[in-house]
């Protein structure tokens, strides 16, 4: 069974601002450099006018994971992370594997002008296909997935305000 998620964040900067470093190539290497734990990269990147696409690497020591995950595993977790965005309204797809783990998390993420800035809200699914700690795991991704978006809205707000 899988476990939906929705997830908002919000940021003094517009819509357009966001957008614009999140399909920026220069402000994904600065986000994995900073944020992308062990051996982060970015494997693929390719835009055209009308829309961005990119995948990253990210690594997660086994020491920071849960006991129920680390078990599972027995080394660091490596995520994969798919998006692709258009810009005619700030849409995209995300899709997330795990190493080592037979699941996904796939969804969308909008974004969108607010009275103060804006809004970035993740709806989707986390989906793993383990009996009986299937959905621990599902749980453990879905907070996991809310906190890295967390820091990554606090992160596009301090790389704009250091450009601006």
Do not use: C
């Not at 290497?29 to 990210?58: C, H, I």
């Not at 020591?61 to 995950?69: G, T």
């Not at 599902?138 to 305000?161: G, P, R, S, Y």
Request: aromatic fraction near 6%; glycine fraction near 10%.
């Amino acid at each position: 069974m899988a476990r939906r998620i929705e997830h908002r964040t919000t940021s003094r900067w517009p819509a357009r601002d966001v957008y614009a470093a999140l399909v920026n190539e220069t402000y994904l290497r600065d986000r994995l450099a900073e944020l992308g734990g062990t051996d982060p990269k970015l494997v693929a990147f390719t835009t055209t006018d009308a829309s961005t696409s990119y995948q990253l690497r990210q690594g997660v020591p086994a020491d920071k994971l849960p006991s129920v995950a680390r078990g599972l595993l027995g080394g660091d977790l490596v995520i994969d992370r798919a998006e692709s965005w258009t810009e005619a309204g700030y849409a995209g797809t995300v899709e997330v594997t795990l190493t080592g783990v037979p699941g996904r998390l796939d969804g969308t993420i909008t974004l969108a002008d607010t009275a103060n800035g804006s809004e970035l809200t993740l709806t989707g699914q986390v989906k793993v296909g383990i009996p009986l700690m299937g959905g621990k795991l599902e749980a453990m991704i879905a907070e996991q997935v809310a906190l890295l978006l967390d820091k990554e809205t606090e992160f596009t707000a301090e790389w704009l305000a250091r450009r601006a």
